[in-house]
């Protein structure tokens, strides 16, 4: 046994909560890896719905899920992740399984253009009052980019915050290596209704 990346952890907490005809969100489309990993997991039924404001990221997206034959499950968005709550279908709300994040900016894309502390944590915000009960949140954080470290600081801040009769917070990350990714992840109980969740 060795221990998982921070990527692939995060993938081991999601498929825990994902099933068949599942709700699902990738809040970073990047190069469509998260998404087309949320739509295996929903399967035929079910439905995800991508974000990211860089048009390169929705057409390597698009092109990944074509070649595994998974356009249908996923509709796909070029806008920031923090209008989901007016993107979304309603009935969504309080019915989504697993939001990913992925923060930073595009491999092999503009490095100039970032995820930002002040919309990312709006998108939280809104992905947490959207997760079903027992739903799950995960965000890797980087820190060795250019504002990457006030993200991880803000992120981390705000996540802390968080009620603890109605999220369980945890993170994982490699503690000698330096600037090693950091992998956040939030569930929300199962036994508290919507309306608590902050
Ligand atoms: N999860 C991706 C994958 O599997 O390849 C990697 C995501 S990449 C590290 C981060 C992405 O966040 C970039 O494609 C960037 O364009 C996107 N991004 C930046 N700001 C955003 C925002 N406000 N809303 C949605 N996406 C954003």
Sequence with gaps: MSFPSTLAFAHDLVKGVLFPGAYAVDATLGNGQDTLFLA???GPEGQVHGFDIQKEALDRTENRLHQHGMVNRVT????????????LP??????????????GYLPKGDPAII?????????????????APGGILT?????????????A??????????????????????LNRHHAPS????????????????
């Design 40 to 42: 295996q997991g929903v």
């Design 76 to 87: 796909l968005h070029q806008n920031s992740h923090h209008q989901m709550e007016q993107i």
């Design 90 to 103: 309603p009935k969504w709300k309080g019915n989504i399984s697993a939001v990913m994040f992925n923060l």
């Design 115 to 131: 995820t930002k502390p002040e919309t990312t944590i709006h998108a939280f915000s809104q992905a947490l009052k959207w997760l």
């Design 139 to 151: 965000a890797v954080l980087y820190t060795g980019h250019t504002g990457g470290l006030e993200e």
């Design 153 to 174: 600081k803000q992120v981390l801040n705000y996540i802390k915050t968080l009620k603890p009769n109605v999220f369980h917070v945890i993170q994982y990350q490699t």
């Design 183 to 198: 992998l956040i992840a939030v569930q929300k109980s199962k036994k508290h209704p919507p309306d608590e969740a902050r």
